[in-house]
């Protein structure tokens, strides 16, 4: 217990700290927000400006001419400089401008400001929104009549542009697509100016208001990303409104170069341009979540992710210096949702459905509250803003499972060849539990700053039970390739609760120092996972097996003299009534930036730069005692086995005879344990094993600048980043009497990696743009694979080595792209990308040939798993990207919206084998093809999702590389409007009915497959 609590104290303990920093960064940049006082007597203008001087970081450059040295005036209490200038200057027709730290006194007219002064430094305020709706527009671009000021609104429909400038009008032109174009002229007749721009639809005809109001949706996400100085693709929350997506994963596939791994027939994990999972990193407002998994990968899964808790989420493919460089492939960032509504809005949903592999139920619900506060004509859309949200899932998500294990085998007549090791089935009935909660409150602070803090909470609870036949040719001898015989045959349950929680914290502050931007915020994350099951095991000892139909997806194993479905057979072998698994991952992060406004020989930017601290830790261990049955006469599988045989297992294809019951085996062991002893060897042998604990101390800097001309933006940058880590594992060897010998090792890396970009947008039309982007970014390697941990099993002659030696993974990338927007949802592009990636982490499967650690000679030809850096791969890609609503067609055709993608990849990998190959992970064709229909109301949408096959894991040759099998789903769903308040609606998943499928080498043997079959949801929502 001293691990969990250690490591959970954190928080805790540093409370006061994080308090303190953020006061200090609250009192430091709102210190001029202090009620001051120069004087409470009259005095003279002159005497007030030279009191000013004495007394604030400013001087004053005048003519003397425009002042009146009669005129006496009042110094009222002020917070900040402004408010003390405006009201001295109140009823007088002196003007000012603050630049630097020098103010400038002007007559009205401004006829009295000397030519030679500089450009002043202005910050203005927009607020664009829709004029028919009064809802805030994300992506809008705002620029000047010489594109050379420009910027982009955000969620909120706010943006905030500094500029220099000599001239006090500036005439701005506003963009959005699918909306009419404005231009307008304002005023910089006073220094901060807040400006609200409202903009009304191309088309808003009574017959297309229900249309545009999904169709200002798709908006949001194309105008985001059309504006954009680097590329990225936008998710909208509301996807799950358009297509039958319930987390995160699943909304995810149906993004351009974006595909998933699945679990229990839910999106699990992602990636992005075909990578492995490892190249890409999911974030939370920029930060990464940590992992919940036991196999010891960095990035978290998102199946406990609702698709509404974020406000949008961000696919992003080519990074910029001021985000985290460990994303070769890329990032996902879910943005934290935010209040946008004046009055209270609510939106609700209760759904339920139909599993058809369990025959279960399955059960939905989401609650969001939002509304923003203290109104008025200062803040017209609120100074305080407060947005809940909850979200509720329940699924009876079962599947049917076969794993094959192969190897080089050697028969009786001295031939080698590919055969089955271990052959398992595993019938599995799952209660899937799926919660969450996010909350976010922001607060408006003077001169355009805010305070914010955002919530994140995630909780999935799987509750399964698992039976599984196991046959294990490994345990005997083969006479051919379809008889072995004194192998073993094992019947085993896990009656297991699993649980991963994550609970997510940003706190933050935006203001102004001077002239730059000042953003600094403090993240905290904290990922728990803990598995407590129940695991029996009977087994049938030196069976003969006879293997047939092996090279189909389906192979048969019969007794060569008994009938292997008698369940009288097995008899109890060992029992784990508590075995009590936890992983525990932690994020803690500091950040500071600034930005400020810069004129150069290129044009006007922004100059860019931050400071960043990381801490991650990640750990695992176990808790568990294995009880062997010590009897004469032990435990007979027939008195705990259900005779319930499921004659669908597999589709129809297998017949599980029979499963254990859990009660009946608990009730036993209770009434009868002096027949049990624990195995005090297997019990320390398995959670040394397991354990394992990562920290790692990770400090970034960068510096970037922003260029804009009048037709393209440049951006150049650069980021380094120094990770120090210390990782610590055991060393277990098991000896042929199952005695383990256990030692501590700790191992250390550290690395610095610069992180030089550079990228280039140029608009070729109002419609069209290119992009070019030369970027680096590396990859960490995965916690199991870095860790010092070996475990050799000297019976059964197998080594799992871990390699602290590991280099990170790095990738110098090339990307162009072409974009052509039709002026709504309707665009068109082609991304082409080059990433050459050296060091890349592979799992090799191979003997041991003695060099690859101290005393490996000792275990020779022992069959290892571990990990290596490869030398190099090349990695080549094309992503083709259309949409469009076809309402140039006639009659019920112009309802109709399609949109397609699809990504052609290319890689050759070269590692310690000496051949090419292809990079583990990279799928070489994957796409997504959508169908929907949406009128007055009523919408429908047809979703195609197609993925290739892809190397998993290298093996000595060809022959055994373990890959999986190309995969299509289809899935479907119809929703109705009643009034302006209720919808309707019904949802169809994997309607295709396919499986997951994995092969050793070749087709014909299959590794891997898993059934989930196909599921229906129906339900209502309401909103106002």
Known sequence: MFYK?????????????????????STSITHSQETKYLSKDSTSLRKAIRLIERNEPYHFFYNSTIIDGRKRVFLKPYSNIRELLDGLFKDSTVGYRILDNTIVLFREDKSQLPNTMEESLWTVRFRIFDGLSNEPLLGALVQSENKRISGVSNHEGTLSISFYSEKDELPLNVRYLGYRSIDTLISLSKVSKSISLALIPETFELSEVIVNARVKKNLKEVNAQKNAINQIQVLASDTKDR?????????????????????????????????????????????????????????????????????????????????????????????????????????????????????????????????????????????LGIKVGGNYYRTDNGRDRLEIDWDRKTLSDGNQSILINNYNWRDLQNERTRSGYNTSIDYKLRGNGRLYAHLMYNNLTDDEIRNRIRYRPLQGNYVNATRVDDARVERDLRDRRKIRKNTSVNLGIDSYIGNWKFDASFFYTMTDRTDESIRATFEFEDVDLLLSEVNTDYPKVNGAMVDLDDVSLYTLESIRPSDLRSVTGENLVFRMDFKKPINTFFGKGELQTGLKYRKLKNGRQRWVSIYENSSSDPLNLSTTSISVPDNDFMQGNLNFDSRIDTGTLVDYFNENQTEFSVNQNRSARVISEFFTRAEEDIMAAYAMATFKGRSWDVLTGLRLEKNRGTYRANEVVTNNDGSPVINPIVSQKEYTIPLPNFQVKYELSERSQARFALTNGFTRPEYNSVSPSRVIDIEDREVFLGNPNLNPTRSINLDLAYEYYLGDIGYVSASGFYKRITDFIYQIDRTVVGDEWENADNFIDYELTSFENGEYANLWGLELTAQTRLNFLPGFLKYFSVSGNISLTHSEAVAERGEVFRLPGQAQNFGNMILSYNKKGFSAGLAFNYIDDFVFSIGNTREEDFLFDSRYQIDANISQNIGKHFKIYAEGINLSDQPLRGFFGSDQRVSELEVYSWWVRFGIGYKF
């Open 243 to 383: 297509l039958p997506d319930q987390n995160m994963g699943e909304a995810l596939q149906r993004m351009t170069g974006t595909t998933i791994g699945r679990s229990y027939g839910e999106g699990n994990t992602v990636a992005i341009r075909g990578t492995p999972i490892s190249y890409t990193t999911i974030q939370y407002n920029g930060e990464n979540l940590p992992t919940t998994e036991i196999d010891g990968r960095r990035n978290t899964i998102v199946a406990g992710i609702g698709v509404d808790q974020s406000e949008n989420v961000q696919v992003i493919k080519t990074k910029t210096p001021d985000t985290d460089g460990d994303a070769i492939g890329g990032s996902v960032n879910l943005i934290p949702v935010f209040s946008l509504s004046k009055e209270l809005a609510l939106k609700a949903e209760l759904g339920s459905g139909y599993n058809n592999l369990s025959k279960g139920y399955n059960l939905t619900g989401m609650l969001t509250l939002e509304k923003r506060y203290l109104v008025n004509e200062k803040y017209p859309e609120g100074r």
């Open 5 to 25: 609590k250690k490591w959970c104290d954190f928080p805790h303990n540093s409370l006061k700290f994080i308090v303190t920093f953020f006061l200090c960064c």
